[in-house]
């Protein structure tokens, strides 16, 4: 077999990474630039007319997804050798027929996030995902997007592959959002762009805000009221005129929260993430940690872009349990999987409920931190809608006298959670794949070993 055939057929298998018992963890680190300010500076910059200069942008396979899919639909977009991205767009009512499938891979905000683009545009596209991507349903977009007259061919249970045709001029609506969704509140007002009158959306629970800083930041009309009991109520004027911007993204708080738990439960440690997103609605993480204890400092706190940014440095700390307030979850979704490895090792016990939504995610998030912590010695109960978690008072976890086999399922943050956790078992753990962290923070393994968490 000649040389340029003998890769053709190879398929690569799973990664496992080993994680065992570090010394303390020392140094100063950054994180990949922030997923949801990533995807959204990539669609408005497609959308804007003019060129949009983006500094700091996640280069993860999700947000490369959204920029393959924007460059399918007509936008010109580049990356320099300095790492800035340059965007020129088409402006809104300006996406072009896509010619081939538009490939999702792991990601549920581009493909919720375009579809709404789409939804007030007279083209046809069709999305395809991994597999971990075609298990999760598309129905809380399809319904509204409906509404405002796409039309979806959808895989049984509503999942992809689909295949949406959009309308133009699409139908302006009110629209309630029955579970707290950014991805879906986005969707809905990413359609209203291209949509003649006000499209609302109102918000019972909030949600990060992302979308609508960033849009205002673009030039869209766009209005928040805030009623007495909290609701919001977003309205867009459509058929907007965006402009390209300059947009540096700061680190994600979703990223940070690995490194920090790491230096609150490995004995001795003392970590700085500089340049993290602060914005309130996506820094749950961080409180409910003060709130257990943990000796966070925020220095250098500044706004950037529009969003409020801080480093923030973490030293280890015995942590205390508490009963998590649902109505956070929103402002912190994401950040729940390494937030029970924390409370594995906290002080006494750690309630949390309303987290209905983390079946849905990726995996199912509750299930599988559920089985895996149990797996390493930790005292945890799964209920309906969240964990209950007994903590070791700061003792490390007993996985056992061998390195347990975790299953990530192919989601990357259950992956990254388990490898802080084998930071924190007296045997260690194998995650048994790694690959898939390259959707979200593609430089986790490297910061681990700058940290001195992983052998270099």
């Known amino acids: 077999m000649s040389a340029s055939h003998s890769t053709d057929h190879i398929v690569s298998g799973p990664v496992p990474g080993h994680f065992t018992v570090p010394p303390p ?37 999700d947000v490369l997804a959204t920029a393959a899919a924007m460059r399918a639909m007509g936008a010109e977009i580049t990356r320099s050798d300095d790492g800035i991205w340059q965007v020129h767009g088409v402006g809104v009512g300006g ?39 075609s298990k999760r ?32 001029p699409a139908v302006p609506i009110e629209y309630r959002l029955p579970v707290a969704s950014a991805q879906v509140k986005s969707a809905v007002l990413l359609a209203g762009l291209n949509t003649p009158g006000i499209t609302r959306v109102i918000e019972p629970v909030p949600t990060r805000d992302h979308s609508e800083r960033m849009l205002k930041g673009f030039g869209a009309t766009l209005d928040v009221e805030i009623e007495s009991d909290g609701t919001r109520i977003i309205s867009v004027t459509g058929e907007a005129e965006l402009r390209g911007q300059q947009i540096v993204v700061p680190g994600d708080p979703s990223s940070a929260a690995f490194p920090i738990v790491a230096a609150l439960i490995v004995p001795g440690s ?6 993290v997103g ?83 995610k990726e995996s ?24 209950v978690i007994q903590g070791t008072d700061g003792t490390p976890l007993n996985g056992g006298n061998h390195a347990p086999v975790i299953e990530a399922s192919l989601d990357h943050r259950i992956a990254m959670s388990f490898a802080i956790a084998g930071l924190v078992t007296k045997s260690g753990l194998t995650v048994d794949d790694m690959r898939p962290v390259a959707t979200s923070f593609p430089t986790f393994l490297p910061l681990l070993r700058q940290l001195g968490a992983v052998p270099a």
Do not use: C, W
Not at 40 to 60: F, K, P, Q
Not at 270 to 275: D, K
Not at 322 to 338: L, Q
């Open 270 to 275: 003392e970590v700085t993430v500089i340049n």
């Open 278 to 360: 602060m914005n309130p609605t996506r820094a749950g993480i961080f409180e409910i940690l003060k709130a257990m204890g943990a000796d966070l400092v925020y220095s250098n706190e500044r706004i950037v872009g529009g969003e409020p940014v801080a480093d923030i440095t973490a030293r280890h700390s015995i942590l205390t349990g508490i009963d998590v307030p649902p109505d956070v979850a929103p402002s912190m979704i994401d950040e729940f999987p390494i937030l029970f490895v924390a409370a594995s090792l906290a002080k006494g016990t750690t309630r949390t409920s309303g987290l209905d939504e983390l079946r849905v």
């Open 95 to 133: 996406l072009l027929q896509p010619q081939v499938a538009l490939d999702m891979g792991n990601s549920g905000t581009s493909t919720r996030l375009l579809m709404g683009l789409i939804a007030s545009h007279a083209i046809t596209a069709t999305f395809t995902g991994d597999a971990s991507l």
């Open 137 to 168: 349903p598309m129905g809380r977009v399809t319904e509204p997007l409906t509404r405002m007259g796409a039309e979806f061919m959808t895989s049984p249970g509503g999942r992809l592959p689909l295949t949406m045709r959009g309308l133009s």
């Open 364 to 387: 199912d998030r509750l299930a599988l931190m559920a089985k895996g912590l149990a797996r390493i010695g930790a005292r945890v109960e799964e209920l309906e809608d969240g964990l």
């Open 25 to 61: 963890l020392r140094g100063t680190v950054t994180v990949p630039g922030d997923k949801s300010i990533s995807h959204r500076s990539l669609m408005l910059g497609a959308l804007a007319v003019g060129e949009t200069r983006i500094e700091g942008l996640l280069e993860g396979e």
